[in-house]
């Protein structure tokens, strides 16, 4: 995974949604807004509400820590896949009697949207992280009740990074009960004691004024406009449904070749138990008809451990000094890649190019506006210059910056610069 990962993990490119959480992670370490109020990108926007603030604090408590270079987001990326990577073996090891942890590893990191997410910063990461912490616990309490108050924490947790994604947890006391003990009384004693553990936290929080108000806007902005339609729609139901069924393709593919060696399949309780929690974390998604596909994530570690639990391979033993010859050699290869490729500008070479264009313009200006909203670039700006600008087409009334960045020329403005894709910088003309 490692080997897979490292050409792109350590470059100055990523997904649009992971720039947006770097900037606002750098705007909070250097102690711009509260933990409900983070602050926004763009200077005319008073707070970020498109989702809860955990984990945007989490980066920006990173950040105070470790900086602003463009490598420590990567850094907590490689972090979050090694962290990740733990608990889906523990979990596999502790639901199973199987010690293939390659085995699930492989059809875990087969699903292209698992790499995606973790070399491109996206929340989602911090979800599976916790949501893997609070299906543990749920299995745990099986035998153990009182461990299910940790599954609502969890819970909790989750919610506070992306909403209800993170409630995944809150099913897998009952799921693990019902399925695979058969007892529906321990079933909803446990799921009681996680969903109180869980109620008691919220409610706490609620009574604080700006956190209620925090959550009423990530609802009525987030939440309510996407299951309304109102949020703008670039992908819908129809391609989610396809993501997923690129994604468990190679798991499928690769099932089907280990069931050719060892021609047996093994349709258990727990086989059926995180089926269920595999669709139990994807079916909600499509009640939104806005879509992309790093909403998957959160399912893919229980599509992958279903799919292991249905054929589990018998791997040979091989002589340790194989193994480790092979550890080490892709260890290197691996290496040698982040070197080759660490701080290069990656796929968004162009656009970063115009970034550093404008940051030098906004130094001499003191401020910069947008004609109307460009979040690549001015995440980017935020991120790597620690810059906010304003979209003009926002606010009423005549623009008051000198400086701007616009695809057509405004009344009044002179060219400064020409960008990539028909932008340009423009600056009052007289100035």
Not at 34 to 41: C, Y
Request: net charge neutral; proline share 5%.
């Amino acid at each position: 995974m490692f080997l897979y990962l490292s050409a792109e993990l350590f470059t100055y490119s990523m997904g649009l949604d992971g720039t947006v959480y770097g900037a606002i992670g750098r705007l909070i370490s250097e102690g711009m807004g509260t933990f409900w109020l983070p602050p926004h990108f763009d200077a005319g926007v008073p707070a970020f509400h498109d989702h809860p603030p955990l984990g945007l604090w989490i980066q920006g408590i990173w950040m105070d820590f470790l900086g602003t270079a463009f490598w420590v987001e990567r850094l907590l990326g490689l972090m979050l896949l090694i962290s990740i990577s733990c608990l889906v073996i523990s979990l596999w090891r502790q639901t199973t009697d199987h010690d293939g942890g390659a085995w699930i590893l492989l059809l875990f990191f087969a699903m292209p949207v698992t790499t995606y997410v973790l070399k491109n910063n996206f929340l989602e990461s911090f979800v599976v992280l916790i949501t893997l912490a609070g299906v543990i616990s749920a299995w745990v309490g099986r035998s153990r009740p009182t461990i299910n108050s940790l599954v609502g924490l969890a819970a909790f947790a989750g919610f506070l990074i992306k909403g209800p994604v993170g409630l995944l947890p809150l099913t897998a006391p009952f799921i693990y009960a019902l399925i695979c003990d058969r007892r529906l009384n321990q079933a909803i004693v446990n799921s009681l004691i996680a969903g109180i553990s869980f109620s008691l936290c919220l409610l706490l929080v609620l009574t604080n004024d700006d956190a209620r108000t925090g959550l009423v806007q990530y609802f009525e902005q987030q939440v309510a406009a996407s299951l309304s339609g109102l949020r703008e729609i670039e992908h819908g139901r129809a391609y989610l449904a396809g993501q997923l069924l690129i994604n468990l393709t190679p798991v499928a593919v690769a099932s089907v070749l280990m069931w050719s060696w060892t021609r047996r399949l093994s349709h258990d309780r727990t086989f059926a138990a995180h089926l269920a929690l595999s669709l139990i974390a994807f079916l909600p998604l499509l009640l939104s008809p806005r879509q992309y596909r790093h909403y998957l994530f959160p399912a893919l570690p229980f599509f992958a451990l279903s799919a292991g639990m249905l054929v589990r391979p018998r791997i040979p033993s091989l002589p340790q000094r194989w193994v480790a010859a092979a550890a080490i050699a892709v260890f290197l290869i691996a290496v040698t890649r982040v070197a080759m490729s660490f701080g290069t500008p990656g796929k968004d070479r162009e656009i970063l190019e115009d970034v550093d264009a404008i940051a030098l313009h906004a130094v001499a200006a003191g401020e910069i506006g947008f004609c109307s909203p460009e979040p690549v670039i001015q995440t980017y700006l935020t991120r790597y210059h620690g810059l906010r600008s304003t979209t003009l087409s926002r606010s009423q009334g005549p623009w008051s910056q000198e400086t701007v960045v616009c695809k057509a020329a405004p009344e009044n403005y002179s060219l400064v610069l020409s960008l990539h894709d028909g932008w340009g910088i423009y600056r009052r003309a007289g100035n």
